[in-house]
């Protein structure tokens, strides 16, 4: 740092901005994983909790899953930036301990940060002969910390006699050095123009490439491999710790409760499936937290059908916690056709794929009737769905595309009455692949919200570029990977769907009433009765342990449900026995885009042929593991391993 006098001199700079961490405050290799474990220890010692009460490590790893919800959010909404004090009012409200106490945990984060770091005396010196010299400096830094807190710490660490103009971060300003978007109101705060402003600090992209993008001096002075090393190190151990306390805390539990393994004939019950959607409520309900703290006030749109049962079971976890005023809830009428016309009349580069891949792409008079909402067949004859498009694009279906523009302008109506007044807007669907979401975004509807679902899978491969705002809540993998347990719902994804899938018809178009309302097909007579009545006889169960989980004190105590559960679910779904098989075999799933055909999940012939064919058939039905019982009823364990290591190679191909 010797040369930095010299540096600022020869670029005609009259303002130094320094960044806080691992620059002017050095951290010790101390891995976030195990100052939050300090953190949450250090937490439940001043609140006087036994690990009876609230389990440290289980109260560390849900803050670190607040954290990580929070910046998924944020960088969804590309603008603002993740709070401390947001952060810590989610865990609280999470484990039921009043928010009033959000400055205590901030304090014991202040305390271990206190611990694990250590001033750059180099540099610290080099700063003070500029400051010597009338030089300004200012430290400006990305982190959820406010302002005053990054002072404390500065003033804690740094030796007595070092002093700075002003302290800048981006929890305060709602504007980071990712995006340079801080630097611009460093400037203005300063009254210096950007050239003559140099930055110093660590980090390639924004400490380095984003200064030089604003055109100012940047200066990086990166930590060295060895300080990496220690620290990825570190994190492995803290992890592994974790993991060992949490399994000992789930042993003891068990042995307590006598609880033994489940069979799979209980498959489905509370205790397998409710664990597992109590999981997503309580996610959903962070990231929904984490959006309006950070763009404001903010929507969730439940999209029909297996968005109502999804609703449904969020307002029973939302209901046992403290309401919401900047958070709403509202079914969204909406499918797959709704969101294709949507994208077919405003424009979406991958309408033509994404229709081929629903319908026949030779044969374009189901597509017709489908997007039309009506009878009508076209007037010409067209070769393939490409041409039919071009056909309706360039005017010479005029009927038809009449029809597809009046049902598009319908539902922008409809979308419009839901978002008005919202600045962030949440789409919650049943996942895997977000093709509504991806059609919506393509015709620049949805293009500034977010999408949340269960898993994310690519399972399409027709472009993943509505992935970075498309966050799949309990896995996110191209595919089920054998030792990621909860990833297994990707080999059998139709069971959960059908879990939340109410007795109603898909939306295929909207019809005014002499209101001047607008109201689809699925909302029949009697509609929302239905959502209380669910196909599914477990769903009743599922919403019931839902409420009692909400209510729960102890992280520990859903953690270690949630993972048993997705245990138990990977065993049911990968190598489930015939009575399991037998009393799913009737499970259907709707093909929707305004057809009604139903596919088996088991595939109706998988028992028919010679071993190959049988063989083929039940690798590609909807549940590989539950077909391979029914086309081989004495060797289906050997054929389901064989499945799962076809699983285990593609995971290391990937």
Same mark, same amino acid.
Request: glycine share 6%.
């Given at each position: 740092?010797?040369?930095?006098?010299?540096?600022?001199?020869?670029?005609?700079?009259?303002?130094?901005?320094?960044?806080?961490?691992?620059?002017?405050?050095?951290?010790?290799?101390?891995?976030?994983?195990?100052?939050?474990?300090?953190?949450?220890?250090?937490?439940?010692?001043?609140?006087?909790?036994?690990?009876?009460?609230?389990?440290?490590?289980?109260?560390?790893?849900?803050?670190?899953?607040?954290?990580?919800?929070?910046?998924?959010?944020?960088?969804?909404?590309?603008?603002?930036?993740?709070?401390?004090?947001?952060?810590?009012?989610?865990?609280?409200?999470?484990?039921?301990?009043?928010?009033?106490?959000?400055?205590?945990?901030?304090?014991?984060?202040?305390?271990?940060?206190?611990?694990?770091?250590?001033?750059?005396?180099?540099?610290?010196?080099?700063?003070?002969?500029?400051?010597?010299?009338?030089?300004?400096?200012?430290?400006?830094?990305?982190?959820?910390?406010?302002?005053?807190?990054?002072?404390? =710490?500065?003033?804690? %660490?740094?030796? +007595?006699? &070092?002093?700075?103009?002003?302290?800048?971060?981006?929890?305060? *300003? @709602?504007? /980071?050095?990712?995006?340079?978007?801080?630097?611009?109101?460093?400037?203005?705060?300063?009254?210096?123009?950007?050239?003559?402003?140099?930055?110093?600090?660590?980090?390639?992209?924004?400490?380095?490439?984003?200064?030089?993008?604003?055109?100012?001096?940047?200066?990086?002075?990166?930590?060295?491999?060895?300080?990496?090393?220690?620290?990825?190190?570190?994190?492995?151990?803290?992890?592994?710790?974790?993991?060992?306390?949490?399994?000992?805390?789930?042993?003891?539990?068990?042995?307590?409760?006598?609880?033994?393994?489940?069979?799979?004939?209980?498959? =489905?019950?509370?205790? %397998?499936?409710? +664990?597992? &959607?109590?999981?997503?409520?309580?996610?959903?309900?962070?990231? *929904? @937290?984490? /959006?309006?703290?950070?763009?404001?006030?903010?929507?969730?749109?439940?999209?029909?059908?297996?968005?109502?049962?999804?609703?449904?079971?969020?307002?029973?976890?939302?209901?046992?916690?403290?309401?919401?005023?900047?958070?709403?809830?509202?079914?969204?009428?909406?499918?797959?056709?709704?969101?294709?016309?949507?994208?077919?009349?405003?424009?979406?580069?991958?309408?033509?794929?994404?229709?081929?891949?629903?319908?026949?792409?030779?044969?374009?008079?189901?597509?017709?009737?489908?997007?039309?909402?009506?009878?009508?067949?076209?007037?010409?004859?067209?070769?393939?769905?490409?041409?039919?498009?071009?056909?309706?694009?360039?005017?010479?279906?005029?009927?038809?595309?009449?029809?597809?523009?009046?049902?598009?302008?319908?539902?922008?109506?409809?979308?419009?009455?839901?978002?008005?007044?919202?600045?962030?807007?949440?789409?919650?669907?049943?996942?895997?692949?977000?093709?509504?979401?991806?059609?919506?975004?393509?015709?620049?509807?949805?293009?500034?919200?977010?999408?949340?679902?269960?898993?994310?899978?690519?399972?399409?491969?027709?472009?993943?570029?509505?992935?970075?705002?498309?966050?799949?809540?309990?896995?996110?993998?191209?595919?089920?990977?054998?030792?990621?347990?909860?990833?297994?719902?990707?080999?059998?994804?139709?069971?959960?769907?059908?879990?939340?899938?109410?007795?109603?018809?898909?939306?295929?178009?909207?019809?005014?009433?002499?209101?001047?309302?607008?109201?689809?097909?699925?909302?029949?007579?009697?509609?929302?009765?239905?959502?209380?009545?669910?196909?599914?006889?477990?769903?009743?169960?599922?919403?019931?342990?839902?409420?009692?989980?909400?209510?729960?004190?102890?992280?520990?105590?859903?953690?270690?449900?949630?993972?048993?559960?997705?245990?138990?679910?990977?065993?049911?779904?990968?190598?489930?026995?015939?009575?399991?098989?037998?009393?799913?075999?009737?499970?259907?799933?709707?093909?929707?885009?305004?057809?009604?055909?139903?596919?088996?999940?088991?595939?109706?012939?998988?028992?028919?042929?010679?071993?190959?064919?049988?063989?083929?058939?039940?690798?590609?039905?909807?549940?590989?593991?539950?077909?391979?019982?029914?086309?081989?009823?004495?060797?289906?364990?050997?054929?389901?391993?064989?499945?799962?290591?076809?699983?285990?190679?593609?995971?290391?191909?990937?």
């Amino acid at each position: 740092m010797k040369y930095l006098p010299e540096t600022l001199e020869q670029a005609h700079c009259s303002l130094l901005t320094v960044d806080a961490f691992d620059t002017l405050l050095l951290r010790k290799p101390i891995s976030l994983e195990q100052r939050v474990v300090k953190t949450a220890r250090l937490f439940c010692e001043r609140l006087d909790l036994s690990p009876a009460e609230l389990a440290p490590h289980a109260l560390a790893q849900r803050r670190l899953q607040v954290e990580q919800l929070a910046h998924r959010a944020r960088n969804v909404a590309a603008r603002g930036e993740v709070r401390l004090e947001s952060i810590a009012a989610s865990l609280l409200e999470l484990v039921h301990i009043d928010t009033a106490y959000v400055p205590e945990w901030i304090a014991c984060e202040l305390a271990v940060e206190r611990e694990c770091l250590l001033p750059n005396r180099p540099l610290i010196r080099v700063l003070e002969q500029l400051q010597a010299r009338g030089f300004p400096i200012r430290v400006v830094s990305d982190t959820p910390l406010s302002a005053d807190a990054l002072r404390q =710490l500065l003033i804690a %660490v740094c030796p +007595p006699g &070092f002093r700075w103009h002003e302290v800048h971060t981006s929890a305060d *300003l @709602q504007l /980071t050095k990712r995006d340079g978007t801080i630097f611009a109101a460093v400037a203005d705060a300063a009254d210096v123009a950007l050239s003559s402003i140099a930055h110093l600090g660590d980090d390639l992209v924004a400490d380095w490439l984003m200064p030089r993008q604003c055109g100012m001096t940047a200066i990086r002075c990166p930590r060295s491999r060895l300080h990496a090393t220690l620290m990825r190190a570190n994190r492995v151990f803290a992890r592994g710790q974790s993991r060992w306390q949490h399994w000992r805390r789930q042993r003891q539990q068990q042995h307590a409760a006598g609880n033994r393994p489940g069979t799979a004939a209980g498959m =489905l019950g509370p205790d %397998v499936l409710g +664990p597992v &959607f109590a999981e997503y409520c309580l996610r959903l309900h962070v990231y *929904l @937290q984490q /959006t309006a703290a950070i763009e404001g006030s903010a929507v969730a749109l439940f999209c029909a059908r297996g968005g109502l049962g999804l609703e449904t079971l969020y307002q029973c976890y939302a209901g046992q916690l403290p309401a919401r005023a900047d958070i709403r809830a509202e079914p969204l009428m909406i499918s797959r056709l709704v969101a294709a016309r949507d994208a077919l009349v405003y424009g979406g580069a991958g309408i033509v794929a994404e229709l081929e891949y629903a319908f026949d792409p030779w044969d374009v008079g189901p597509l017709a009737r489908a997007l039309s909402g009506t009878e009508m067949a076209p007037e010409g004859n067209y070769a393939d769905v490409r041409a039919f498009v071009e056909a309706l694009r360039a005017g010479r279906e005029d009927r038809l595309y009449e029809q597809i523009v009046e049902q598009a302008r319908r539902f922008r109506e409809v979308w419009h009455a839901h978002t008005v007044g919202r600045q962030a807007v949440v789409l919650c669907d049943t996942g895997l692949y977000g093709t509504t979401f991806k059609m919506l975004r393509q015709s620049a509807l949805a293009h500034e919200s977010h999408c949340v679902q269960l898993a994310r899978f690519d399972y399409k491969h027709l472009g993943r570029e509505h992935f970075p705002a498309l966050t799949g809540l309990l896995t996110e993998r191209n595919g089920y990977k054998p030792g990621d347990a909860i990833s297994s719902i990707l080999a059998f994804w139709h069971l959960i769907e059908t879990i939340v899938e109410p007795d109603l018809e898909s939306v295929r178009r909207f019809d005014r009433r002499p209101d001047g309302t607008l109201v689809s097909n699925l909302e029949s007579e009697g509609w929302q009765q239905k959502l209380t009545q669910m196909p599914n006889p477990r769903f009743e169960e599922i919403a019931q342990y839902i409420v009692r989980s909400a209510k729960q004190r102890t992280a520990d105590a859903s953690l270690g449900a949630f993972e048993q559960a997705a245990r138990r679910l990977e065993r049911d779904i990968m190598f489930p026995d015939r009575e399991l098989v037998n009393r799913l075999a009737g499970l259907e799933c709707s093909v929707d885009y305004g057809r009604d055909e139903r596919i088996s999940i088991t595939a109706r012939n998988c028992d028919r042929g010679n071993v190959w064919n049988r063989l083929r058939a039940a690798k590609h039905s909807l549940w590989p593991g539950g077909a391979a019982v029914r086309a081989f009823p004495h060797a289906h364990r050997l054929v389901q391993k064989t499945f799962r290591f076809g699983y285990t190679v593609k995971s290391w191909i990937r």
